[in-house]
């Protein structure tokens, strides 16, 4: 019986070595509840990325929302790293969370696979607002600190960060004043209860009659509002934006790596997905691998600073 069993041990290991990836169900963990931006993009990607993965592929999306998305970026850091559980990844806002707060991850805690969206921040006021552009603007809030108004949609994620920055390059002083939400942001925006505000282009785009997109802050200007100039070409190197990617437990093998890194490459270059995302409006820019982390560990480093500046709890 001995040679039987050892031969049969052999087929078994060889079955499992040359096993194709995946063998079970690919779950993207979304840190935030359905029928958002982030929810909208994983569903997306998922749908495409079954087609390029090996055939009878599922991709599946769990929502696991609270915690500002901490719960969900916990999830994916602590999962087994075998390429079955990977998560959505929010920058600055994941690694932002780990500054004010206890947290069980880090910037090296993830294996970034690709980044699929970066939604540009802006500096907008109201349609009504006498502010045209802004270097008018940033001439009142620096003639009178803290006279001018900006609302944000929260402290400690890219509005806030934005807002730093932008006051730096600058030289203004702004009064930030935080709201639960870009939605209600927006609102005191348009009402005239700020006198303006930082957001993302996407979160203003349904709304070209109530606001004025002052400056993108972003190093060219966005395809989905090109008649509006960035805050670098007016003189302030000023760059901010929400970005949402894909990522894996650290520690994934190198093999796994490469296979959801090139499937992952392909979804952005499939000409069906880049119209669905546009019709959606999700401006993309996609990174992947070593770009993405970098990019993530430059998101850190801001997120770090302005905690050590200026905490906002």
């Known amino acids: 019986m001995k040679t039987p069993l050892t031969a049969l041990a052999l087929v078994l290991t060889a079955t499992a070595a040359f096993a194709e990836y995946p063998e079970k169900p690919v779950e993207i963990v979304v840190g935030y509840s359905a029928g958002g931006g982030t929810d909208v993009m994983a569903r997306t990607v998922a749908q495409f990325l079954e087609q ?108 806030h960060f934005a807002a730093n920055m932008m006051q730096d390059a600058s030289g203004a002083e702004f009064t930030l004043v935080p709201f639960k939400g870009a939605s209600n942001a927006r609102t005191a925006i348009m009402g005239g209860h700020v006198a303006a505000g930082t957001m993302t282009l996407g979160q203003t785009s349904n709304f070209p009659d109530e606001l004025r997109v002052l400056a993108v802050l972003a190093n060219e200007r966005s395809p989905f509002r090109p008649d509006v100039p960035t805050a670098k070409e007016l003189g302030y190197d000023v760059q901010m934006s929400s970005l949402r990617g894909i990522v894996a437990p650290a520690g994934l093998d190198e093999a796994t790596t490469d296979q959801l890194r090139a499937a992952l490459s392909a979804v952005n270059e499939n000409p069906d997905f880049q119209a669905m995302m546009a019709e959606q409006g999700n401006p993309i820019a996609f990174m992947v691998g070593d770009d993405f982390a970098e990019t993530a560990s430059n998101q850190d480093d801001i997120a770090a600073r302005i905690w050590a500046e200026t905490p906002w709890k």
């Open 52 to 159: 390029e993965l090996s055939d009878g592929a599922s991709v599946v999306v769990r929502n696991m929302p609270g915690a500002g998305g901490q719960i969900g970026f916990t999830e994916v850091s602590e999962a087994a790293p075998d390429g079955y559980t990977l998560g959505t990844f929010n920058l600055p806002a994941a690694l932002a969370l780990t500054k004010d707060r206890a947290a069980d991850y880090d910037v090296d805690s993830f294996t970034y696979l690709a980044n699929f969206v970066e939604d540009p921040n802006t500096i907008t006021v109201a349609a009504t607002s006498r502010f045209q552009t802004l270097a008018e603007l940033l001439d009142a809030a620096e003639a009178d600190p803290g006279a001018i108004t900006l609302g944000l949609s929260s402290l400690g994620g890219n509005d």
